[in-house]
Nanobody
Framework: QVQLVESGGGLVQAGGSLRLSCAAS????????MGWYRQAPGKQRELVAH???????NYADSVKGRFFISRDNAKNTMYLQMNSLKPEDTAVYYCNLFYDKLPWGQGTQVTVSS
């Protein structure tokens, strides 16, 4: 059964940090380019960062230098280290494939207070 489970969100003050996790199962995680996405209230879901199976990374301009994506293929898990958080980072964060999308998980809420 294909499943993506996000965790690690929470309420944090501006300037703080959070580490999100994405536990994947039911597909060949280690072979897939994966991405972190977010959806803020009233906005479309957007790609935040993605990582190849080999660990090459790419970031949206809005998070470059503050967010860091990584993966542990042995654990079928992907991470997003978020530093220097800003109120505009407030959103529900999701993980999924970079290309063909799997059913979306429940996401994890990140709220950054000013």
């Amino acid at each position: 059964q294909v499943q993506l489970v996000e965790s690690g969100g929470g309420l944090v003050q501006a300037g703080g940090s959070l580490r999100l996790s994405c536990a994947a199962s039911g597909f060949a995680f280690s072979l897939k380019r994966m991405g972190w996405y977010r959806q803020a209230p009233g906005k479309q879901r957007e790609l935040v960062a993605h990582i190849t199976s080999g660990g090459d990374t790419n970031y949206a301009d809005s998070v470059k230098g503050r967010f860091f994506i990584s993966r542990d293929n042995a654990k079928n898990t992907m991470y997003l280290q978020m530093n220097s958080l800003k109120p505009e980072d407030t959103a529900v964060y999701y993980c999924n494939l970079f290309y063909d999308k799997l059913p979306w998980g429940q996401g994890t809420q990140v709220t950054v207070s000013s």
